[in-house]
Structures are given as structure tokens and as C-alpha cells.
């Protein structure tokens, strides 16, 4: 067989395994419900982006599955990865979505979490983003240098979360005078608290929440952004002060990283371990696609959702990296955040 012959064989192989492929993906996924698990309570940023989300993503999956969203709030989305490890089902019609800073919760030391980052399969983050630290200027913050000689009163929900573990790396690393309350459901209850007045601020919630959640108290001037949080500055949020510009050297600056760069991955989604390499390649695909429809792109736009999307390839090894952190980083990492 000439080489021209032989090429022609494996083309009309490969595109027979492409077709087979497809076929068996579209067989697999007419007539199911796929599940995308919130971890976090109803109305805030994570539960809207997940019903945006189950919207759209059904039109680019084959056979036209439906799609639901169940929420499992708790511990800022920690229960909901470990059920997602230990109990989902890992056939392809099941991922979730919980706080930024859980996954890497097996990492800064917590025995509660009962997986590792880097064996899900992640399908895809929704926004890419920035988180924030925003306080009422009646509390007498009205600039973040401010609280390095006044008490500013914020709070948050379990220790697993991004609303904790922030206020905790910056009273620990910068000297931040913070007060922080725990025991809130979410980014909703805590917005209601500081309404209330019982509250003073919040750090580590993200900028899209901010921008839709809490476009109401921020227009109104109850509140105003103090500070950015995460692997790099926005470049729209003129006047706010990032992180990493109160780092003192390059190895706390390292550790700023590890504790604050997970906050870029805002909305990420991910599959069970053990999900089957071609499934999780449908629903990469479909995820991937959806960020790019045109009716997806409009109601995001309508609901104030910033969409600035990575692809799950791109997540995965943006957790990996992070987990391959040097050992000493790590370690002080996890005594910044009481571990």
C-alpha cells in the first residue's frame, strides 16, 4: 500500500472512531438529566451563574439532555465537593460549582475535605474575575490604609470559604485590624447584615457579585470597594488598591499568590473523579461553547454576569500548578489561615 493509500485509510478510521464517538455521546445523553450542584444558597453570584449556566449548555450537548440545578449549600461548597467526589455518580451527568478556595482546601490542611483539587475533572469557569473587600464609609474606613489603625467588622460563613480565609491572610500577613464574624449562610446574609448595621464590610466576595448582587447598596454609597483580591489587578477598578501592592518581598508576595490567586477562578465547574475521559470532553466542549452563544452572552448581560470564561483544560492546570507550590509556601500558607 502506498503512503498516500495508507494515509487515506487512517483518515477514513479515524473519522469512522470521530462518528462512533459522537453517535455514542448522543445515545448516552437523549432522555438523561445532567445535574449542576450549587454549594452555595439560593440568590447569590454562584447560584445565579449556575442557572444561567443549565439555561443554555443543553442546546451544545448531544441528544439534548435537560439540565437542573440543585443546591447543597454548606462550609462555602465544601460538603458539596465532597459528595461530589465520594458519592456522585461519575458517568458524565453530574458537575458543580462551590467557593474558589475549596478546592484547594485539601492543601492549607483541612482534614474535612476529603479530595484533592487536581482529580476533577474541571469543565470550565465562568468568569476569570477579581474579588473585593468592601466596607460602609460610616464605619470610619473609607480607604483600605484605614484599616491598619481602625477596627473594621466583617463576616462570613465557614472557614472554607473565600470571606473567611481572606480577612484572615490580611490581618495575619498586613496587620489588617479586622473583626470578623463567622456563621453566616452566604454573600446574601452577610449583604443583609450590613444593611442592618450589624456589619461594616466583607472581604474576598467577588467582583461580579458586587456588580450584581449588591449593585444597590453600592450605587446608593452604602458601601464602596476598598481593595482587590486575586491573581491580578482589574484594570477598571481605578483607585482601588490591589493585594500584592502590600506585600512585603517576594516570598510573602508568594504567599499572597497561593492564598488570593485562586479567587481567578471565580465560577469554575467541575466532574466527579473517575468522570470518563470522552464524557468530560462533551461537556469541556459544551461548556466551552455556550460561552460563546450569543443567547447565553445576552441574558448574562441582562442578569450583569461578567463573563471572561477559561476552558477546562485551562482550569485544571491552573489547579494543578497551584498545588505544586513549594513546600515551604504551602506551610505558610496554611499557618496564615489558622491551619
Known amino acids: 500500500m502506498t503512503r498516500g493509500l495508507r494515509l487515506g485509510a487512517f483518515a477514513l478510521a479515524f473519522g469512522a472512531m ?3 464517538h459522537a453517535q455514542d455521546s448522543a445515545d448516552f445523553y437523549k432522555g438523561k438529566t445532567i445535574t449542576v450542584v450549587v454549594g452555595i444558597e439560593q440568590g447569590t453570584g454562584f447560584d445565579l451563574y449556575g442557572r444561567a449556566l443549565a439555561r443554555h ?6 441528544g439534548a439532555p435537560t439540565m437542573i440545578v440543585s443546591n447543597m449549600p454548606g462550609a462555602s461548597g465544601l460538603i458539596a465537593f465532597n459528595w461530589l467526589a465520594n458519592v456522585a455518580p461519575k458517568d458524565g451527568t453530574v458537575f458543580a460549582t462551590a467557593s474558589f478556595s475549596v478546592p484547594f482546601e485539601p492543601m492549607f490542611g483541612n482534614e474535612a475535605a476529603r479530595f484533592k483539587g487536581p482529580q476533577f475533572g474541571w469543565v470550565g469557569n465562568m468568569d476569570s474575575g477579581v474579588s473585593v473587600c468592601v466596607a460602609r464609609p460610616d464605619s470610619g474606613v473609607t480607604q483600605w490604609t484605614d484599616v491598619f489603625q481602625k477596627e473594621l467588622t466583617v463576616g462570613a460563613a465557614g472557614r472554607a ?40 464590610g466583607i472581604c474576598g466576595i467577588s467582583l461580579s457579585t458586587v456588580r450584581s448582587q449588591w449593585s444597590d447598596v453600592l450605587q446608593s454609597g452604602l458601601v464602596k470597594m476598598m481593595l482587590q483580591l ?22 510573602e508576595r508568594q504567599v499572597y499568590n497561593l492564598i488570593f490567586g485562586p479567587q481567578g477562578l471565580g465560577r469554575s465547574f467541575a466532574a466527579p473523579p473517575g468522570t470518563p475521559a470522552d464524557r468530560l470532553k462533551v461537556l469541556r466542549d459544551a461548556f466551552t461553547a455556550t460561552m460563546k452563544d450569543p443567547r447565553f452572552l445576552e441574558d448574562a448581560e441582562k442578569a450583569k454576569l461578567d463573563i471572561a470564561p ?10 494543578e500548578a497551584l498545588y505544586a507550590s513549594p513546600p515551604d509556601v504551602i506551610a505558610r500558607a496554611r499557618k496564615v489561615l489558622g491551619r
Open 230 to 251: 486575586g491573581p491580578k489587578a482589574d484594570p477598571e477598578l481605578k483607585g482601588v488598591p490591589h493585594v500584592f501592592e502590600f506585600a512585603r518581598g517576594d516570598e
Open 57 to 62: 449548555m443543553p442546546r451544545h450537548l448531544p
Open 310 to 319: 477559561q476552558t477546562g483544560e485551562e482550569v485544571q492546570a491552573f489547579v
Open 161 to 200: 470559604g473565600p470571606i473567611s480565609q481572606a480577612p484572615r491572610a490580611l490581618m495575619e500577613l498586613s496587620g489588617a485590624k479586622l473583626k470578623l464574624i463567622e456563621g453566616y449562610v452566604g454573600t446574601a446574609s452577610v449583604k443583609l447584615a450590613i444593611e442592618r448595621g450589624e456589619l461594616q
Open 18 to 20: 470521530t462518528g462512533a
